[in-house]
């Protein structure tokens, strides 16, 4: 019987209809089919893993091989009724619910009470439940009473992003498998294949970036692949269409920046920035990059390979780790590029900068002019001595560490002290320096004590600050601040900062 062709995006058309064809997932799938074969199935299975990987295909197999006509050793045959029916999603018998939709415990009561009739067709009805951690607690518990006694035609597979949101209760009752993300080199491999049999042009060293791009999620690398393909229409799909499609940054561009902080060029790794940012690219993609090309150069220079530019091992070790940091940060930066040029200023600069381009009463024409830190006095604040001495002196341990953010943040904030405790106070405009002082609460920490001696440390919100509470009013504010404030820095470099 002849089916009307319908258009599949590339990912549904090869989504693999047999375990044979499930990528990298070995170990899951090898057991699920000796289940099947020795016929020990479990009630309840638990599929957990990052998106993409395959977990709904395999829940699909499976129902498919359960209920085949005709399987061999444990696979579906794709061929009898039931196999066709599931594939297509029309069989009475397989139910697919997703989690995040149908999260009450009504769903679960109609489950429940359906669950009592023998299967229509089949031999067993399967529930897929996608998404399972998205459950109420309600409809959790409702299940829970279906799981500790479950009919022998029922098998249930739950498959699940956050296997640490599943009650244990329900973890309990079910066989778990835990799936893997995919390597590059596994997903390249399948782009080939998809490749050659639809006859898109594509070169290996595309399909490898896409496979690095995807990050062991197969199905986005196929959907990269198939925008890139309907985008290109026959034409050959070479790098740098995906640089210009993807938002990515080229790999000539990663290096040279990488090459920059390594060489500490300021001006030249701040022009990347810059022009990156100008042409719309992804800059949290683009430390992405950073990272995996740093992990490429540590392995070249481990195996004794040539780089781009001379450096040892554990310099590139140590801006591994900066790169890495930098990436928690800037997930939760509302300021993504000001965040990378910090950075890049703290990476790149052999000699910390003169403190104080960054004061409030400085004006933008003249941060050159002011070589000598300048100071805020310190607020005198409950009739306790101050001592700007050893604030100052901290300000010079600190740029002393060449911790020049860490500098940056201090600038903005107020020293308040007593004899036990140091309280850094900040405006509410300078909550971005307050929040990225707050990340380096334990090199803070150590150095406060340097100075200092044993005192708290306490990073808070100045007296008229703490009422203020417009969140929009004050990210505008700060926005527009920071900007100015990497404008003045970038003036300042260009008087400063002499190339060696
Ligand atoms: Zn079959």
């Given at each position: 019987m002849a089916e009307a062709p319908t258009y599949q995006s590339l990912y549904r058309k090869w989504r693999p209809q047999r375990f044979a064809d499930v990528v990298h997932q070995e170990y899951t799938v090898r057991t699920l089919q000796n289940a099947i074969i020795s016929q020990q199935l479990a009630h309840a299975y638990l599929l957990a893993g990052p998106r993409g990987v395959g977990k709904t295909s395999i829940a699909r197999i499976l129902a498919k091989a359960v209920n085949c006509a005709n399987p061999q050793h444990g696979e579906p045959c794709n061929a009898c009724d039931h196999c066709r029916k599931i594939t297509?999603?029309?069989?009475?018998?397989?139910?697919?619910?997703?989690?995040?939709s149908n999260r009450g415990i009504d769903q679960i009561r109609r489950l429940r009470e359906e669950i009592a009739f023998v299967p229509a067709e089949t031999r067993y009805k399967v529930y897929i439940i996608d998404e399972v951690h998205m459950l109420t607690?309600?409809?959790?518990?409702?299940?829970?009473?279906?799981?500790?006694?479950?009919?022998?035609?029922?098998?249930?597979?739950?498959?699940?992003?956050?296997?640490?949101?599943?009650?244990?209760?329900?973890?309990s009752?079910?066989?778990?498998?835990?799936?893997?993300?995919?390597?590059?080199?596994?997903?390249?491999?399948?782009l080939r294949e998809v490749c050659q049999a639809e006859k898109i042009n594509a070169s290996p060293q595309v399909l490898l970036t896409i496979a690095h791009r995807a990050r062991g999620a197969l199905r986005d690398a196929m959907v990269m692949l198939e925008q890139l393909a309907s985008y290109k229409g026959t034409q050959k799909i070479e790098e740098n269409d995906l640089f210009e499609i993807m938002g990515l940054a080229s790999h000539e561009t990663v290096q040279s920046f990488l090459q920059a902080l390594l060489q500490k060029e300021s001006?030249?790794?701040?022009?990347?920035?810059?022009?990156?940012?100008?042409?719309?690219?992804?800059?949290?993609?683009?430390?992405?990059?950073?990272?995996?090309?740093?992990?490429?150069?540590?392995?070249?220079?481990?195996?004794?390979?040539?780089?781009?530019?001379?450096?040892d091992l554990p310099t590139l070790i140590e801006l591994s780790r900066e790169l890495l940091d930098l990436k928690r940060e800037i997930g939760r930066a509302w300021e993504k590029r000001v965040l990378l040029e910090v950075k890049a200023l703290e990476l790149t600069q052999f000699k910390a900068p003169s403190p104080s381009p960054?004061?409030?009463?400085?004006?933008?024409?003249?941060?050159?002019?002011?070589?000598?830190?300048?100071?805020?006095?310190?607020?005198?604040?409950?009739?306790?001595?101050?001592?700007?001495?050893?604030?100052?002196?901290?300000?010079?341990?600190?740029?002393?560490?060449?911790?020049?953010t860490v500098h940056a943040f201090l600038l903005e904030g107020h020293p308040v002290e007593t004899a036990d405790l140091l309280r850094i106070e900040y405006d509410l405009?300078?909550?971005?320096?307050?929040?990225?002082?707050?990340?380096?609460?334990?090199?803070?920490?150590?150095?406060?004590r340097r100075v200092y001696g044993e005192v708290r440390v306490e990073i808070a919100w100045a007296g008229n600050a703490r009422d203020q509470s417009d969140v929009s009013a004050r990210r505008k504010s700060k926005s527009a601040e920071i900007r100015e404030k990497i404008k003045l820095i970038q003036e300042h470099l260009e008087g400063e900062i002499v190339n060696p």
């Open positions: 297509k999603g029309t069989s009475l018998d397989v139910i697919e619910i997703d989690g995040a607690n309600e409809a959790f518990n409702a299940l829970l009473k279906t799981l500790e006694e479950p009919p022998q035609h029922v098998i249930f597979i739950f498959a699940t992003t956050e296997p640490h949101k599943v009650p244990l209760t329900i973890l009752r079910c066989q778990a498998f835990e799936l893997k993300l995919l390597p590059p080199e596994r997903i390249a491999q399948r001006r030249r790794a701040l022009e990347i920035i810059g022009d990156l940012a100008e042409r719309g690219k992804d800059l949290e993609l683009f430390i992405d990059e950073l990272i995996e090309e740093a992990r490429a150069w540590i392995l070249a220079r481990l195996d004794g390979q040539e780089l781009p530019l001379p450096v960054v004061t409030e009463e400085i004006q933008p024409t003249a941060p050159a002019a002011a070589p000598t830190p300048k100071l805020k006095a310190p607020r005198p604040a409950l009739s306790e001595s101050t001592s700007p001495d050893k604030w100052t002196r901290l300000l010079e341990e600190v740029k002393r560490d060449r911790r020049s405009k300078n909550s971005f320096h307050k929040e990225g002082l707050e990340k380096h609460a334990k090199y803070l920490e150590d150095v406060v």
